[in-house]
């Protein structure tokens, strides 16, 4: 979108969030890749993984992808963010205010042609031909704009913390573990090891009324390779709960405003695709915008193309994660059994190889239109 003027604002003064989804994926890094910045972006600390093993069976084969980059990257979102804004000032037409939180849209008659901001305590007017509310799952742009969204039921809530590496961890490596009633993420970063410690929707509560020390032993059951470090969790404080949702807005625009990423569907964390279908959206609305906004030629049906193009494989990824949901997380958290889907997978490579298509690529490969570059 080269000569388009844009404006990026970001209400915190940094991009750094403890257990912001830091999975980049294959489809995120060939669209990086056409804008010749994959070679500086590996330089910051990353891991790579290539499959995706519970139990220490293989689950998704992410090696098997027609791809270049046949791998999930695991990077840290801030430098992600860093990375990708700083390129982005070079251009001219590129601007970016920190600590700036759009709060209200400014409408003339029904279309929406800007927002009024809070920057540092002051009120900051912004008018703009677009608005692109990608603000996330508690998005103030979707709140503003009322957009109605449908919820899915999920059946879990996630912990995450993380634990340092030692020398004694070569039998460790990404991937999950499920117990009777309970299952567990380990994810390989380059210092430490990042852990999703899977309970049942609400339970939250009842587990810190039964006490840490039982949450500790619970998850040593789990992991027992951590019993030498699990003493540096010192107590709730060192864990984040993840509220776990799924939604979908019903239209994802209206005139001058338009939602993409979490804003317009709340993803869950399985398979790790929010971050990455993300960018798919905002891929596609650079294809199918910077034409009409170049020309000044704008319509809402110019925003009605984005959601036409989106929306499937959207839906398709939500219907994914909702069946592996009830047919595997469900039934590990509530019957206390490893499910049969599970044990089919470990025995058909094919289908593991599926798998990764699904989670790696997605149900439509989407890259940038050469046109615009």
Known sequence: MQGIKTLLLETEKDFDRNFR?????????????????????????????????????KLVNISSLKSKFNYVTLLHQKDLLKYLTDKAKKFPSFTLLMQTNAQELIKKGEKVVGVKCLQKGKWLTVKA????????????????????SKSKSVPMDVLWFKLPKNKNDKNLSSGGKLGKGSMLVVLEREEHWQLGYIIAKGEYSELKEEGFPKFKKEFLSLAPNFKDRINLIKGWKNVSLLNVESSLVKRWYRDGLLLIGDAAHVMSPVGGVGINYAVKDAVTTANLLSKAIKNGTLTTRDLAKVQRSRKLPTQLIQHFQSFAQSKILS?????????LPV???????????????????????????????
């Open 129 to 148: 031909d677009l608005i692109i509310g990608a603000d996330g799952r508690f998005s103030k742009m979707r709140k503003e704009g009322d957009f109605k």
């Open 331 to 339: 039934p590990t958290l509530h019957e206390k059994s490893i499910p």
């Open 21 to 57: 989804g830091d999975t980049v994926h294959p489809s995120t890094m060939e669209v990086l890749d056409q804008l010749d910045l994959v070679k500086g972006l590996m330089k910051f600390p990353h891991t790579k993984v290539d499959l995706f093993q519970i139990n220490k069976q």
């Open 343 to 373: 044990k089919i997978l470990f025995k058909f490579p094919y289908i593991q190889n599926i798998l990764a298509r699904i989670i790696g690529i997605g149900f439509k490969r989407v890259l940038i239109d050469k046109s615009i570059l």
